[in-house]
């Protein structure tokens, strides 16, 4: 791969205008569309006026058309003071929808104020009321088309940063791939940098060096590079403070990648005991009283899919049962929470005693004890629906670290660091690591352990429905299910 591909390499100044533009006149539209609707079903849509009749004269649009020109400035200083407007914003929408609710509740209380001290125009709260819930829904489906807009734009090669790697690492090979093939994260990879008596092993194909750090001020004005990425672990961050110094005077910008270390020590915190000032370096994942949470979220959502998915797992039971000899389902012995034992339930995708002659072993890709149906189960990750009875029963999570084999466990608790971390909390049916690509024989077992700590170490009931949200997205459109 040629990463010196100049095709796409433009500035990105017009993405840096245009992009934020773009959600301002989103946001300017949605904000007058939500007001327009409250007013409508307030006072207009008979279904609502019949439950909250209004007895006086209906008054004028005018009046709310005022209010409306009033609040867009105050809205807009809100969203721009949690950066709504910065350029490449490439979020998960999901992320996006909790964090207008926040601001826009912040802009309805705003507005209650207002119409507190302007008693001449009979507003109506019930309106306001309905602006709240419509206006976070109109702002984040106006957002997601700038955002869907964003991504092709970028795409096409159109508003790239030029950006150049730092290191000669798996971390560096991982963005350099990654952001040479998407390129709707906003980058255009023209190559890399090493150290200057770089002896280590090469993850970088020498056709892509641009050359070493001693370099990088000649390469950021040869080339005009807007970014550098790093990719130096924290055992070298001296080399990054040269870098750093080596551009200063330069308009460049330093992205760092933090590696496995960082992630961890992230979570320490400061906490006084009587006076005296302890580092908190590892903590309980959670509370008591998100533990009850949680377990109250699992329940309900593992009770409501169970039976809105009734049918089809009478469907897919049947069709386990006719296309292959054995039971419907297929009952393995997991380890969840601190090394506690249970059977997980899956849909049976394989053949009678597939591992009679092998051992406990992964499934491949094309592993030739699928039954006729059970790459399909797989692929879909419908093997896994009975899962949901396992969380009724209280020994998995919706979300959480995937269950493993007490075979397995016992193998890389000693070949891994950390590995064990993830038996704090309890197992789940889905997790970070798999909706971040990391399912199946093929992926690394070291990123999957930082993936789940993570996890761990931030955990919310708002994480745990951005992880479920992105497994649906992974279950059918995932190139790594199988």
Not at 65 to 71: C, D, P, Q, S, W
Not at 237 to 261: A, I, Q, S, T, Y
Not at 373 to 386: N, T, V
Request: overall charge positive; glycine content about 6%; hydrophobic content about 45%.
């Amino acid at each position: 791969m040629n990463y010196i591909d100049h095709k796409f390499a433009k500035k990105s100044q017009r993405s840096e205008f245009l992009i934020p533009l773009l959600n301002i006149i989103s946001d300017i539209l949605a904000i007058i569309a939500s007001f327009l609707v409250a007013y409508y079903i307030r006072f207009y849509f008979e279904p609502f006026v019949r439950i909250f009749p209004y007895e006086r004269e209906v008054a004028p649009i005018e009046g709310y058309i005022y209010i409306t020109l009033m609040m867009i400035p105050v809205w807009l200083l809100i969203f721009q003071s949690r950066k709504l407007y910065r350029s490449k914003r490439i979020v998960f929408i999901f992320d996006e929808f909790f964090l207008i609710g926040r601001l826009v509740t912040f802009g309805i209380i705003f507005s209650f104020g207002l119409i507190f001290f302007y008693r001449e125009f009979p507003y109506s709260r019930l309106v306001f009321v309905l602006l709240w819930g419509i206006s976070i829904i109109i702002i984040t489906l106006g957002r997601y088309l700038v955002l869907k807009y964003e991504k092709s734009y970028y795409s096409k090669g159109k508003g790239l940063k030029d950006a150049i790697v730092a290191g000669n690492n798996e971390t560096a090979f991982d963005i350099m791939k990654n952001f040479s093939e998407h390129k709707y994260a906003g980058f255009n990879i023209l190559g890399y940098i090493e150290e200057d008596s770089y002896k280590g092993m090469n993850y970088l194909p020498e056709s892509a060096k641009l050359g070493t750090y001693s370099n990088i001020t000649e390469l950021v004005d040869k080339l005009n590079i807007e970014a550098v990425l790093v990719a130096i672990p924290s055992s070298e961050h001296d080399k990054l403070l040269v870098l750093m110094r080596d551009c200063e005077g330069e308009n460049v910008e330093f992205l760092l990648v933090p590696d496995f270390l960082e992630v961890i020590t992230s979570s320490v915190r400061v906490q006084e005991i009587d006076g005296i000032p302890f580092l908190k370096i590892k903590s309980i994942p959670m509370s008591v009283w998100n533990r009850i949470l949680k377990r109250a979220f699992d329940m309900l959502f593992a009770l409501v899919v169970l039976v809105l998915t009734s049918p089809l797992l009478l469907i897919l039971g049947l069709i386990v049962k006719f296309t292959s000899s054995g039971p419907v389902f297929y009952k393995q012995e997991r380890l969840s929470m601190t090394g506690k034992k249970f059977y997980m339930i899956k849909f049976r995708s394989m053949v009678m005693d597939a591992e009679k002659n092998t051992g406990a072993v992964y499934v491949k890709k094309d592993d030739e004890r699928y039954t006729s149906i059970g790459k399909i189960l797989r692929k879909y990750s419908f093997d896994e629906l009975p899962q949901f009875i396992n969380v009724l029963k209280g020994d998995m999570s919706i979300v959480g670290p995937r269950p493993e084999r007490e075979y397995f466990i016992n193998m890389f608790k000693s070949q891994i660091p950390k590995y064990l971390e993830r038996h704090r909390v309890k197992c789940g049916i889905t997790g970070w690591a798999q909706v971040n690509g990391l399912r199946g024989s093929d992926s690394s077992i070291e990123k999957r352990i930082e993936y789940d700590i993570y996890y761990i170490e931030h955990w919310s009931i708002i994480f745990d429905l951005k992880i479920i949200i992105k497994t649906i997205k992974e279950m059918f459109f995932s190139k790594a299910a199988y």
